[in-house]
T-cell receptor, first 112, second 115 residues
Framework: NAGVTQTPKFRVLKTGQSMTLLCAQD?????MYWYRQDPGMGLRLIHY???????AKGEVPDGYNVSRLKKQNFLLGLESAAPSQTSVYFC???????????FGPGTRLTVL | AQSVAQPEDQVNVAEGNPLTVKCTYS??????LFWYVQYPNRGLQFLLK??????LVKGSYGFEAEFNKSQTSFHLKKPSALVSDSALYFC?????????????FGSGTRLQVQP
């Protein structure tokens, strides 16, 4: 099992450009999450999904959109990137029992 | 609203000595509590969790944590630290009674174990 994978690992964007981050999990988990990690702030929840075809806002959703067309994939989109979105982005998935979340390796995004 | 506080940005300990990384939480209902570890340039790895039952929870790599409801704390401990334990540690909480499954994370504590 690969667990949770994220694509790409690194990306540099210019202000105003768009991109999509892909998260895939092979554990048949219902729940998937996108977080951003910034120094001294821990992880903050951007959006999450409780099942295929559903999405919900987290703490810091502005400037991001998500889609969960397939159970195993959760996409995070930036329509018009801003320097404030420079961060490390983590995807996680979790099942129904025990709520343990399993994390991907992260995507380091720099917006110039 | 649920929240987590990790009062120490960094903890320094000598190899072989016991270590404690502190965590306090706030929820309106009953908590699920978690500890994760992050090594440089890696994702978060699950260490242990408290859901119910015994207040002392044992996890991976010799770590354990004690749930204290009256003090709303969930401190991470290890009897004998290793240099390889040096990493960033995150405490997280979920409020059982809200139905919201997302976790709230603390700001992290960097553990430095000196040889």
């Amino acid at each position: 099992n690969a667990g949770v994978t994220q694509t790409p690992k690194f990306r540099v964007l210019k202000t105003g450009q768009s991109m999509t981050l892909l998260c895939a999990q092979d554990m048949n988990h219902e729940y998937m999450y996108w977080y951003r990690q910034d120094p001294g702030m821990g992880l903050r929840l951007i959006h999450y999904s409780v099942g295929e075809g559903t999405t919900a806002k987290g703490e810091v959703p502005d400037g991001y959109n998500v889609s969960r067309l397939k159970k195993q994939n959760f996409l995070l989109g930036l329509e018009s990137a801003a320097p404030s979105q420079t961060s490390v982005y983590f995807c996680a998935s979790g099942g129904l029992a025990g709520d343990t979340q399993y994390f991907g390796p992260g995507t380091r995004l720099t917006v110039l | 609203a649920q929240s987590v506080a990790q009062p120490e940005d960094q903890v320094n300990v000598a190899e072989g000595n016991p270590l404690t990384v502190k965590c306090t939480y706030s929820v309106s209902g009953n908590p699920y509590l978690f500890w994760y570890v992050q090594y440089p340039n890696r994702g978060l790895q699950f260490l242990l969790k408290y859901i119910t039952g015994d207040n002392l929870v044992k996890g991976s790599y010799g770590f354990e944590a004690e749930f204290n409801k009256s003090q709303t704390s969930f401190h991470l401990k290890k009897p004998s630290a290793l240099v390889s334990d040096s990493a960033l540690y995150f405490c997280a909480v979920r409020d059982l009674d809200t139905g919201r499954r997302a976790l709230t994370f603390g700001s992290g504590t960097r553990l430095q174990v000196q040889p």
